[in-house]
């Protein structure tokens, strides 16, 4: 009897938990869309589209306007003198003005866009100029007052709200007094040397990020640990797209409970195909499901700078490239850009590379990661400013003087690389320059590019 009472409970038992525990299809969906790689492509999307501040704003709109009223109504304070003709003329001329404001901000932008992406480089109008919270929080100020302005003079049925007035009053003296600087701070933004200093801060801050250790000697080996083939691939079957970024502490945690390796193919900032192998997986790894090892790689249309150190190196590359072209030819541009160029191999010759075996807190290796290493980074910073500009002094000096500089204070491990291209600088100096005299100002080093030596040449190299 007792034993068919136990059964019997157990049954009723596991009947609740089934009511009770069985998840919904739809919410199998949900939960199966709601992984760290649309989580970050979205926060990475929010950060940078210019409509969702705006958005926030007129919530925040719909949300303040009726407490200010009843606030209004509760204390009853007569905080300003106007009628309700002076202030139907109050909200009406804060409306023309927001909406002024508007068009003039919206059309500069354009335009700014368009300046930018032709004089320096396209890819600062996503990493820079859509990112500003300067102008984000400019528009979404302007559509607050814009809303809040018609909203009052939509209630004003021979009342006035004297807080909602006195609101309105504030909020067009600070957009009148925002619209001003909002001139002045996109003439700023524009300026090549603004442009270059922002990606240089953001490039020292993802430098930080991804390299957080200083350099120690022997640094790790960059190759991969594996040994053999490895046991499945992955392949991707999803659309077309650049990977931005890698969930990296879940597929450590991943590889270390089934005790195998797993490989990431493409590095970050790679283009990945249909069809392309995207993981590659050792031992244990094998048995990782597909959708957890894709649900930690982030996807998007274009590079980004979060996990991407070597990108603000490519773009502020590109301003170098541009302002070397025959179309625009403004070599003191080109020095603009190497001077962040420096500062960023200065910052990174000083970080432990990561290598790119990534190991668990046991000391085994679980993820491989192709990051990278030094060689890559000082390629990427001289090669094609040398093969256009070595035939300009600024940009000739301004290189020599930044791979000396590397020279004095990096560490002796980081030589050989700037020794190399020391080397393959001067070698195109004596290509490029026929006159003795133009060769030995060439090869002087000058921070400025060129008005800033103070050494003189007192012999020609052969």
């Keep these: 009897m007792s034993a068919h009472l136990d059964e019997s409970d157990r049954a009723s038992s596991r009947r609740i938990r089934a009511r009770l525990g069985a998840p919904h299809p739809l919410g199998r969906r949900i939960r199966a869309q709601l992984t760290w790689s649309r989580f970050y492509t979205l926060a990475s999307y929010v950060r ?10 007129i ?3 719909i949300v303040l306007a009726p407490l200010l009223r009843a606030l209004d109504g509760w204390l009853g304070w007569q905080l300003t003198a106007l009628d309700v003709e002076g202030a139907q003329a109050l909200f009406q001329t804060v409306t023309t003005l927001t909406l002024s404001f508007l068009v003039f901000t919206f059309g500069s932008l354009l335009v700014a866009i368009q300046v930018a992406g032709g004089q ?98 022997p640094e790790e080996d960059y190759g991969p640990t594996t040994k053999g083939p490895p046991a499945r691939e992955v392949i991707h079957l999803g659309a077309s797209r650049v990977v931005v970024a890698v969930d990296v502490p879940t597929l450590v945690a991943e590889g270390r409970r089934h005790g195998g390796v797993i490989e990431i193919a493409p590095q970050v900032g790679d283009f990945l195909a249909y069809g392309e192998v995207i993981f590659r997986l050792y031992g244990g790894a094998t048995a990782v499901a597909d959708h957890k090892l894709e649900a930690s790689v982030a996807l998007g249309a274009e590079r980004t700078l979060e996990q991407d150190p070597i990108f603000a190196f490519r773009i502020l590359v590109d301003i170098g490239l541009k302002a070397l072209s025959p179309a625009i030819n403004d070599p003191t541009t080109g020095v603009l850009a190497i001077d962040q160029v420096h500062r960023l191999l200065r910052y990174v010759g000083q970080r432990r590379l990561r290598a790119d075996a990534i190991r668990d807190a046991d000391g085994e290796a679980r993820l491989i990661l192709r990051t990278p290493d030094w060689e890559d980074f000082v390629q990427l910073s001289c090669r094609e400013i040398r093969a256009c ?34 080397t393959l600088l001067d070698r195109a100096l004596v290509a490029a320059y026929a006159f003795p005299e133009d060769l030995a100002l060439a090869r002087a080093a000058d921070i400025q590019g060129l008005g800033g030596s103070r050494r003189e040449a007192t012999s020609v190299r052969s």
């Design 48 to 57: 940078g589209a210019l409509w969702v501040v705006p958005l926030v704003a």
């Design 120 to 217: 320096l480089t396209p890819r600062i109008i996503a990493t820079a100029l859509l990112r500003d919270n300067v102008v984000r929080y400019s528009v979404g100020l302007y559509v607050f007052t814009l809303v809040f302005a018609v909203t009052a003079l939509n209630r004003l049925h021979g009342h006035v709200f004297h807080m909602i007035t006195l609101s309105v009053i504030v909020l067009g003296v600070l957009c009148m007094t925002n619209f001003l600087f909002l001139i002045d701070y996109a003439a700023r933004l524009l300026r090549p040397v603004s442009v270059c200093a922002r990606i240089g801060d953001t490039g020292v801050d993802v430098i930080d990020q991804m390299y957080p250790e200083a350099f120690g000697e």
């Design 389 to 422: 500009g070595a035939n300009n002094v600024q940009i000739a000096r301004r290189m020599m003087a930044m791979l000396e500089d590397l020279l004095r204070l990096l560490p002796p491990a980081r030589h050989p690389a700037l020794e190399l291209e020391r």
């Design 59 to 61: 919530a925040l709109v």
